[in-house]
């Protein structure tokens, strides 16, 4: 096994990435973009080669483990210019990363903004695992490689890549002066979290074995032909990475089982006992279980209802994973007309649980089709200790009603 150090003494990182919600911090961040690092620093060497064929092996190999520290994000609301020139000023913009946004930097006729999102480490140390096995020759190239790095993600960052490599109970630092390696910067600690790959299409570019023939047409567009790089979705396949139990007795994970289709809400939660979890609205396409066996009793007790019976893992969305403070209603519940009594039945509730907190109720949606004597709300929750979820409340729960998510700036 390889092991690459990303080390970040300043805890800052504004590596980010386009979605469809706008520009946020690349987080988990992708092995495409650590061995794109590397390559970059391999060509500042005499003789890129060896490191060349070192970071080809990483890239072959399967997608890395990889131990992260929690970070902390901060955001920024996202900046428009208006129009100041003959032609709409959106059509001068250019966005070079999650960062940086630039309209009209060449163009006097428009104006340009400059964006900032950011996330702090809780720790200087990341860790990818790639399992791999280099010869000595292979990791020295690499080493030097990881020395001669600029930059991981935004040069603005100040980031060093290290390599190590096992050695029986301990580690070698390739990129140390002397191969000693510093046990605070070997092995993951309280802070970090085990990430691992699944097999599902997600904001990870993981790296594939193409990646020195699509780094070396991306620089021979842009310097030699004067042509715009490649787009994102050339560069790496992407893949969606989950939090892991460390132990490894317990997956961070659910289980689903798919839905016929056209099977409404109404139908679903009759038909099963308790209270389950539908994903989807008026005519959901899943229903949400919290182990395998509480999945396949529930596919023996009305298989009419789903496609296959088969239990399937998803991965961990905001909904569930590790536990937050701030939790916000994504279905709207269902309780007393009243404001002030509405958030007196939540906090009863919350006291159920045994959890603390304040309660904000706002925004009513109206009489609930199917309670009319009582309204829906939104709702806001802001506990004082961190609660793993999931947060049902209200009345009509059993339509689906008065399920919560976590808000992300909530988790800790």
Known sequence: MIRIRLFNPGLLWTAAHKN???VEVQWPP????????????????ADPGPARDAIQRLAAAPDPDMWLPEVHRHRVREVFVGKTGPQGAEKHW????????????????TKHKWLTTSAE????CAFLDFPVVLDADQISALATAALATPYVGRATDCLM???????????????????RADPDLTEPGA??????????????????????????LCHDRRHRYGLPGLPDHVKGRAVTYVRRDPAGAVEVARVVLLLVKGRTQREVMSALAGSPLL?????????????????TAAAGSAPELFRDGQPHTRHVDRYYGAPACSWSSVVPLVAHPDRRIAEHEITAGLADLGANGSV?????????????????????LHLDEPHPGPLRFGHGQQYGYGRFCKDEDGQR
């Open 121 to 124: 480490w809780a720790d200087p």
């Open 161 to 179: 890549v290290g390599v190590l490599t096992r050695d029986g109970e301990g580690w070698v630092d390739h990129t140390s002066a002397d191969g």
């Open 279 to 295: 994903l989807g609205g008026e005519k959901p396409w899943a229903v949400s279980f919290e182990g395998r066996e509480d999945a």
């Open 360 to 380: 904000s109720v706002f925004r009513p949606g109206g009489p609930c089709p199917e309670l009319p004597h009582l309204t829906l709300w939104r709702a806001r």
């Open 191 to 216: 802070a970090h979290e085990w990430w691992q790959p699944t097999d599902r299409p997600g904001p990870v570019r993981a790296a594939t074995p193409d990646l020195l023939q699509v780094l070396d």
């Open 30 to 45: 992708s092995p495409w973009t650590v061995l794109s690092s590397l390559v970059a620093g391999a060509h500042t060497l």
């Open 20 to 22: 469809p919600r706008g």
């Open 94 to 109: 250019e966005l070079l990363d999650g960062s940086r946004a630039v309209a009209g930097l060449t163009d006097h006729r």
